[in-house]
């Protein structure tokens, strides 16, 4: 049977695994020896030592397949949504046992972690080398750097040669938004890849650019006019779709394909919007794994109800949920049954995965499920989605926003501490990390804490959470397991860290936490 072949086909995988583990210390050798090389000023690479790529490619081939079988299978995985098996209160999950659970898992983080320069380098130094299949499948460990250059020069493949796309708007909010909606939206592919010249009614000027800027600028931010009801907005600043958006605009379908479109021009052209989005967009766009864990950016409160049913056994208690849930309508509020006859379906122990599941595909997806197909239509229109998936999600919102400018002295002074003071050894390790971090770096960092690398223009004082000002904060995990892996949680800005005995140790768990989310799709 199907079901059989499987089985045996996973246990030849895991059996691979063990045989080919001497070759991939063979790559690692390999890779030594060109890092020395490369530092030795006086010494050139040859091209005999480029055969690696072919290695590498063979060896993240192989890494693919072999948490796809053993990774994916251990989470409730149905349509978007993942949901962690056996997860009870007290016990580890699959993400918080990833450093212990296979050796050749082990190597493969470690292979990352110390391979990730001397790749990049090689990588910059010699991009003709690099298979642009290989892309797809190395983008785990790519700089973002690496991952833009390549990526310009595919963009570079699709932009229509030598046209230019001339039209004018009036400057004001709304006319502006109305003007470009009614210009824009009916043109084709071609005429969006290629150069726009944008003009302001009335007004005399050569766009060499800078008139594009502004007009950018003006319709990112009227894209949130509450006039259009498209988006909602949530903390500092960041916004998500409006599931009622069709109850007040009638052409909201419409106006969603437009905004997918936009921003896919913007980083087409290589500008940024001045706007910022839930994670879960990003999430759909790149096309990365969508967990009942993004239901705290969305509600907390309703978050926490499902982390507690998750962590404690109902066979013990019974809890007030059914298969069903409220919505509000205009102020009529309507019962919605997630199976049949769900408001009179209990959730228990035994069915609890299943509701959860359903529950987030309900309120993250379905409900904004023709919003976002439109938006990902017009997005995929002008970029591809295997294109843009080369990014994570979290660089996706870099590539879309820019970077911001960080202050670390800014940061460090609006800093809270729970068990834990600015004098103990560990704090000082993580500012010492953060410091050596570079901007990259730090913003991913900050995006894993908050949810978002966007910063306040007043500064970290007024870092916003779910119930107004959230000052970044660190607690202490309290826990003898230095494998455990340090928690973030974006809705409060906090991170859980535990008292790890060193600094080495504590740079190693600050990248695999954030690492994780990119490569196996947890929390």
Known sequence: TLKTLLLEYKAFIKKLSEILLPCWEQLSKLLNIIKRKMEDKENRITSKYLIFFSFLESFFIFSYIYIHFFYEDKKYN???FTVEKNYKKGQ???????LSESPFINYFYKFCDDYKKIINKIIKKYPEKLPNRLILIIGKILDLENKKSFFKKELNKLATRNRHFNFEVRRNGPDLFSDSFNIL?????????????????????????????????ILSKELFNQDYMLFIAKKNGIYTINSDSGNYNEEHLKHFEFIGKIMAKAIFDGMTLDCYFTRIIYKFITNTPISYHDMEEYDTIFYNSLKYILENDLTKEK?????????????EIKTIDLIENGRNIDVTEDNKFDFVQKICSAKLYDSIKPQIEALLKGFYEIIPQKLISIFDYRQLELLLSGLPTIDIEDWKKNTVYINYTEKTPIIKYFWEII?????DERAEFLQFVTGSSKVPMEGFSVLQGMSGINKFSITKMFTNDFNMLPRAHTCYNQLELPEYPNKEILEQRLKYAVKEGKVFGFE
């Open 185 to 217: 939206y009916p043109i084709n592919q071609n005429k969006w890849r290629s150069k726009f010249k944008v003009s302001f009614i009335g007004e005399e000027a050569i766009d060499a650019g800078g008139v594009k800027r502004e007009w950018l600028s």
């Open 319 to 331: 809890t007030d949920f059914t298969f069903s849930f409220e919505h509000d309508n205009f102020g």
């Open 435 to 439: 410091e050596k971090y570079d901007n």
């Open 92 to 98: 580890k999950s699959p993400s918080q046992n990833v």
């Open 78 to 80: 149905l349509s978007q």
